[in-house]
Every structure is written in structure tokens, then in C-alpha cells.
């Protein structure tokens, strides 16, 4: 070979290997910052996953649980608004004044401005912030919503309030097909209201779907994504497509064939999320996260067993969320990590675990990725349920009385034990799939018994009160409780009528507070 053959062969493979070092920098910096998937389904019940009930079909979340770390012990808040606040802040609801009830539309409240939500840092840190379906955080004014400054989405689609009838894309001020005072469209693009013929009468999950699937064909691979997805599945109205519903056909109970349609249905949208993941290259280098936000709600035929209780109480079917964690950077796969995690360690495990950021010094979450990402125990021994006491005088729907705690494996609930007076169901609820299936187990001690103490060692079902055999943990429990009611604070507005959706074209839009 000629000298000036070679020193053309040397500058192509020193060329092709500084190719290579370039897309393998580049490779690495997705290691740094992997995409992260974040989705949250609504009033989802612990036992309606596959791996705890067979007869409902879940096989996309059990292939990426199977191969990642399901959750044993996470917990959230008992309803919507309070959850989805301590995830976006990392701070009990009863911290920044959101515990009670949820943010209703005509009441001029929301999560605090003054914390910047997870997505927010997502966003500084070079990330695009997408967001699809349920909100439910407040949007009287501009800076509530899901493109304010401290938010941090770059783009949303989806409504504000708690939820919207699926086909019709209305709601009262109370939510979908309940009576109220006001009516309005709910369904907005980065803000702009939409109603129009495409997506009239079409069911907003399957809006939800196609706009999912927009946001990643037309990503950049080589900018690290978070995508939020807040499913309105399966919450109530009991309403899915037909072919969904089909696939129960032999379950007589209506409202179960119907939710397990609605499951069935948010399941198979995760698994057209992971196969354009693969189709754009980006599967491998993404985080998926998927839990409920509360337990399901046993009225409508959801089913938390084998544990106590409804969403909105404070019993373990109210609180316990299913779900897992899969994907980059978990190293240990393949089983049920059984610590304690609660919603607010989401922010600080993402941030500081994930992206590897600063924190905030108060944020009530603990950095936990060392547990999911190896197995390590989870760092956290105690968590706070609830402090919600400033509403105590107020009869019926919208008072409540209740504070709540768990230390290791005890658990103290003082007062009524759900958020609204109006809320007791408080026994155990098996599947209902046949109207002669397994009937309801009352419980023991009704909404009149204000002390309730349990072992969950021991008794995970919460079917035995030891306070009054055990004085001296409830004393002890008590005196865990007295930092956190001393902090907490809460803030209902009077509702107010500028809120009246006829105020702004018929649609639920910010501008009155």
C-alpha cells in the first residue's frame, strides 16, 4: 500500500471511529437522562390488575411489571387532587392546604404557585414536558394550569377539572353526569378549548390515545422526554367502546363488565405507548412508571380486595396503589418490592434519583431509587395519611374530621376515617362478576368508632382495632401525629359564580381569580 493509500484508509477509520464516539456520547447522555413515561390511572382498584385477579386482562402492564419491581406498599392520597398534588410537589397534601375534599370547579383554589412541580425541573433539565388527560389541580387563574411557570408542561391536552362525560366531554362543577349548578365543556389543547366534529361524540380516551402517539412520533429522540399520562380510565361514568366491553361479555354484573372494559382498554393504550417507543428507538432508554391515584371505587363494581374499604377512606383499599416501575435503570427486576414508598417520593426520586438535580430541603418525599432501581430496603419507616381537621364543623359532604398515621407497621386512624363525613364504605368488597357472586363483609366498628389502631404485620386487612388493648402505641402514634397537625393548614374558598363555564364560550377555562 502507498503511503498516501494509507494515510486515506487511516483518516476513514479514525473518521468512522470519531462517528462512533460522537453517537456513543450521545448514547451515553441517555443514560444520564432517560425518557420517562409517568402514568396515573384513575380510581383503579388493587385487586383489577392481572397478577392479582386473572380474569382481568392487563398483559402489557404485567410484561413491563415482570420486568421491573411492582409495588408492594405504595401509598397515595385517599381521592384525586390530593394525590396528584403531593406527586407534583413532593409535600403532603395537608402541608400546602390541598388535603380536603378535591379542587372543585367552582371554588377559586389550586396547588400552591409557589412550588415548582416535578415536571417543572423535567423542563430546566432540557427535557420535553408533554401531559395528556385528567388535571385536576386547579385553573381559576393561568398560573394553575398545566403551562404556568411553575408547572412545566410544554404541552397538555386534556381537561381540568376531575373528569368529563367520555363521549360528551362535559361536566358539572361536582364531575361527569353528576347534577350541579354549572355545565360545561372540558377538553383543551395548550389551552385553546376544542370542540369540534372530529373529536365530538368520540371517546376522550381514544383522543387521548391518538394525541399520545402524536406527541412521540413526532419527538426527537435525541432530546430526553417526559411524557405524563393521567387516564381517566377506568373512573366512573361506566361508559368504554364496544369492543372493549365485548371482551367481558360473559360477566352478567353491568358495571363490572364495564370497568373491566375500561381496564382492559387503558391497559392495551400503555402497549400501543411501548410499541412507538421501540418504532422511534427510544424504548430501551426509557423509565416507565405506572400506579393509581387512590383505590377504586367499590360503588361502581371496582374492587380493592382483599383490603378494607372504598377510595375516599383511609383504610388500606382507599390508599394502597397498584402498580410498578420498569425500564432504564433498574437493575434488579422481576419481583415485588414490599418497603414503604409514598406518592411524594416520586419528586425527589426523579430529580435528585433520576436526573440527579438539587432538591428542595423541605419536601416531605424521600429520594428512594436506591430501593427501586437495586432492591435496597426503602429508607422511609413513616409516612403521614392525613391531617384534615380545619372542616370538622361543616355537616355532610364537605366536612370531615380526621387525622392519620403509619410508623413501621402500625397504623393509627383518629376520627371518621374518610375524607367526607358522607363517605363510609368501609367494609370488604370482592369482585363482583356474577349478582350471586361473593357477597360484601361488613365491618366490625362503624363510621361511629373514632380510634383505630392496626398492626399490618400482622393484620394487613385491618380486620382488628387494638387501640383499646393498646394505649401506649396510640399514645406513641399520637405524639408522631402532633408534628404534622402542627404544620398542617387548609384552604376552601367560598365557590364563586365567575366561574360559570356561560362566562367563556361554555367551556370550564381559567380568567375569574
Same mark, same amino acid.
Given at each position: 500500500m502507498?503511503?498516501?493509500l494509507f $494515510?486515506v484508509?487511516a483518516f476513514?477509520?479514525?473518521?468512522?471511529?470519531?462517528t462512533?464516539?460522537?453517537?456513543?456520547?450521545?448514547?451515553?447522555?441517555n =443514560?444520564?437522562?432517560p425518557h420517562?413515561?409517568y *402514568?396515573i @390511572?384513575?380510581?383503579?382498584?388493587?385487586n383489577d390488575?392481572?397478577?392479582n385477579?386473572?380474569?382481568? $386482562?392487563t398483559?402489557?402492564?404485567e410484561e413491563?411489571?415482570n420486568?421491573?419491581v411492582k409495588?408492594?406498599?405504595l401509598?397515595?392520597?385517599?381521592?384525586?387532587?390530593?394525590?396528584?398534588?403531593?406527586? *407534583?410537589?413532593? !409535600?403532603y397534601s395537608?402541608?400546602?392546604?390541598?388535603q380536603?375534599?378535591t /379542587?372543585l370547579?367552582?371554588?377559586?383554589?389550586g396547588?400552591?404557585t409557589?412550588h415548582?412541580?416535578?415536571?417543572?425541573?423535567?423542563?430546566? @433539565?432540557?427535557?420535553t414536558?408533554y401531559?395528556i388527560?385528567?388535571?385536576h =389541580?386547579?385553573?381559576?387563574?393561568?398560573?394553575?394550569i398545566p403551562?404556568?411557570?411553575t %408547572?412545566?408542561?410544554?404541552?397538555?391536552?386534556g381537561?381540568?377539572n376531575?373528569g368529563?362525560?367520555?363521549y360528551e366531554?362535559?361536566?358539572?362543577?361536582w364531575?361527569?353526569?353528576?347534577?350541579g349548578?354549572?355545565?360545561g365543556?372540558d377538553l383543551?389543547?395548550?389551552g385553546?378549548?376544542? %370542540?369540534?366534529p372530529?373529536?365530538?361524540?368520540? /371517546?376522550?380516551?381514544?383522543l387521548?390515545?391518538?394525541k399520545?402517539l402524536?406527541y412521540i412520533?413526532?419527538?426527537?429522540p435525541?432530546?430526553? *422526554?417526559l411524557?405524563y399520562?393521567a387516564?381517566? =380510565? +377506568?373512573?366512573?361514568?361506566?361508559?368504554v367502546p364496544q369492543?372493549w366491553?365485548?371482551?367481558?361479555?360473559?360477566?352478567?354484573?353491568?358495571?363490572?363488565r364495564l370497568y373491566?372494559?375500561?381496564v382492559t382498554?387503558?391497559? @392495551?393504550i400503555a402497549?400501543?405507548?411501548v410499541?412507538a417507543l421501540?418504532?422511534?428507538g427510544?424504548?430501551?432508554?426509557?423509565?416507565?412508571?405506572f400506579h393509581a391515584d387512590n383505590?377504586g371505587?367499590? %360503588?361502581?363494581?371496582?374492587?380493592n380486595?382483599?383490603?378494607?374499604?372504598?377510595k375516599g377512606?383511609?383504610?388500606e383499599?382507599?390508599?394502597?396503589?397498584?402498580?410498578?416501575?420498569?425500564?432504564?435503570?433498574?437493575e434488579?427486576?422481576g419481583y415485588?418490592h414490599d418497603g414503604?414508598?409514598?406518592?411524594?417520593d416520586?419528586y425527589?426520586?426523579l430529580?435528585?434519583?433520576?436526573l440527579?438535580?438539587d432538591?428542595?430541603d423541605?419536601?416531605d418525599?424521600i429520594?428512594v431509587w436506591?430501593?427501586?432501581s437495586?432492591?435496597? +430496603?426503602?429508607p422511609r419507616?413513616e409516612?403521614?395519611?392525613?391531617?384534615?381537621?380545619?372542616?370538622?364543623?361543616?355537616?355532610?359532604l364537605?366536612?370531615?374530621n380526621v387525622?392519620?398515621? !403509619?410508623?413501621?407497621?402500625?397504623?393509627?386512624?383518629?376520627?371518621?376515617p374518610?375524607?367526607s363525613?358522607?363517605?363510609?364504605?368501609f367494609?370488604? /368488597?370482592p369482585p363482583k362478576?356474577?349478582d350471586c357472586?361473593?357477597?360484601?363483609?361488613p365491618?366490625?366498628?362503624?363510621p361511629?368508632?373514632?380510634?383505630?389502631l392496626?398492626? =399490618?404485620?400482622?393484620?394487613p386487612?385491618?380486620k382488628?382495632?387494638l387501640a383499646?388493648?393498646?394505649?401506649?402505641?396510640?399514645?406513641?402514634?399520637r405524639?408522631a401525629?402532633?408534628?404534622?397537625?402542627?404544620?398542617?393548614?387548609?384552604?376552601? +374558598?367560598?365557590?364563586?359564580?365567575?366561574?360559570d363555564?356561560?362566562?367563556y364560550g361554555d367551556?370550564?377555562s +381559567?380568567?375569574?381569580?
Amino acid at each position: 500500500m502507498s503511503m498516501q493509500l494509507f $494515510l486515506v484508509w487511516a483518516f476513514a477509520i479514525g473518521l468512522i471511529a470519531s462517528t462512533n464516539a460522537s453517537t456513543n456520547s450521545s448514547s451515553e447522555e441517555n =443514560l444520564v437522562k432517560p425518557h420517562v413515561i409517568y *402514568m396515573i @390511572a384513575d380510581d383503579y382498584g388493587w385487586n383489577d390488575m392481572s397478577w392479582n385477579d386473572d380474569r382481568v $386482562l392487563t398483559p402489557n402492564f404485567e410484561e413491563l411489571a415482570n420486568n421491573g419491581v411492582k409495588f408492594g406498599n405504595l401509598y397515595t392520597m385517599s381521592v384525586c387532587s390530593p394525590t396528584r398534588a403531593a406527586l *407534583m410537589t413532593g !409535600r403532603y397534601s395537608s402541608n400546602i392546604g390541598g388535603q380536603h375534599f378535591t /379542587y372543585l370547579g367552582m371554588y377559586p383554589h389550586g396547588a400552591p404557585t409557589y412550588h415548582e412541580f416535578f415536571p417543572k425541573r423535567f423542563k430546566d @433539565a432540557g427535557y420535553t414536558t408533554y401531559g395528556i388527560g385528567k388535571w385536576h =389541580l386547579g385553573f381559576c387563574n393561568s398560573s394553575f394550569i398545566p403551562s404556568g411557570p411553575t %408547572r412545566g408542561f410544554d404541552h397538555y391536552y386534556g381537561f381540568y377539572n376531575g373528569g368529563a362525560l367520555f363521549y360528551e366531554h362535559t361536566s358539572s362543577e361536582w364531575g361527569p353526569g353528576y347534577p350541579g349548578d354549572y355545565l360545561g365543556y372540558d377538553l383543551t389543547d395548550d389551552g385553546i378549548p376544542v %370542540r369540534d366534529p372530529e373529536t365530538s361524540c368520540v /371517546y376522550n380516551s381514544e383522543l387521548f390515545q391518538e394525541k399520545i402517539l402524536s406527541y412521540i412520533d413526532n419527538h426527537d429522540p435525541n432530546t430526553p *422526554m417526559l411524557l405524563y399520562t393521567a387516564f381517566q =380510565l +377506568p373512573h366512573t361514568p361506566r361508559q368504554v367502546p364496544q369492543q372493549w366491553e365485548d371482551m367481558y361479555s360473559c360477566i352478567p354484573n353491568d358495571n363490572r363488565r364495564l370497568y373491566c372494559g375500561q381496564v382492559t382498554f387503558m391497559d @392495551a393504550i400503555a402497549g400501543e405507548i411501548v410499541k412507538a417507543l421501540k418504532a422511534k428507538g427510544m424504548f430501551e432508554d426509557s423509565l416507565i412508571i405506572f400506579h393509581a391515584d387512590n383505590g377504586g371505587d367499590v %360503588r361502581f363494581e371496582a374492587s380493592n380486595w382483599p383490603y378494607r374499604g372504598n377510595k375516599g377512606s383511609f383504610f388500606e383499599g382507599g390508599i394502597k396503589a397498584v402498580g410498578f416501575i420498569s425500564g432504564k435503570g433498574i437493575e434488579k427486576t422481576g419481583y415485588t418490592h414490599d418497603g414503604l414508598f409514598h406518592i411524594t417520593d416520586m419528586y425527589p426520586t426523579l430529580v435528585e434519583g433520576v436526573l440527579g438535580e438539587d432538591i428542595p430541603d423541605d419536601l416531605d418525599g424521600i429520594n428512594v431509587w436506591g430501593a427501586l432501581s437495586k432492591g435496597e +430496603p426503602s429508607p422511609r419507616h413513616e409516612m403521614l395519611i392525613t391531617v384534615d381537621t380545619d372542616l370538622a364543623h361543616v355537616d355532610g359532604l364537605l366536612g370531615t374530621n380526621v387525622t392519620a398515621i !403509619r410508623v413501621d407497621d402500625w397504623k393509627l386512624i383518629v376520627g371518621h376515617p374518610s375524607f367526607s363525613y358522607a363517605w363510609s364504605h368501609f367494609d370488604w /368488597y370482592p369482585p363482583k362478576y356474577t349478582d350471586c357472586d361473593h357477597k360484601d363483609i361488613p365491618s366490625p366498628d362503624g363510621p361511629e368508632v373514632d380510634l383505630r389502631l392496626y398492626n =399490618l404485620k400482622d393484620d394487613p386487612y385491618e380486620k382488628n382495632n387494638l387501640a383499646y388493648e393498646n394505649p401506649a402505641k396510640v399514645a406513641e402514634l399520637r405524639t408522631a401525629l402532633k408534628k404534622y397537625e402542627d404544620k398542617a393548614w387548609t384552604y376552601w +374558598p367560598e365557590p364563586d359564580p365567575a366561574a360559570d363555564p356561560a362566562n367563556y364560550g361554555d367551556f370550564w377555562s +381559567p380568567g375569574w381569580c
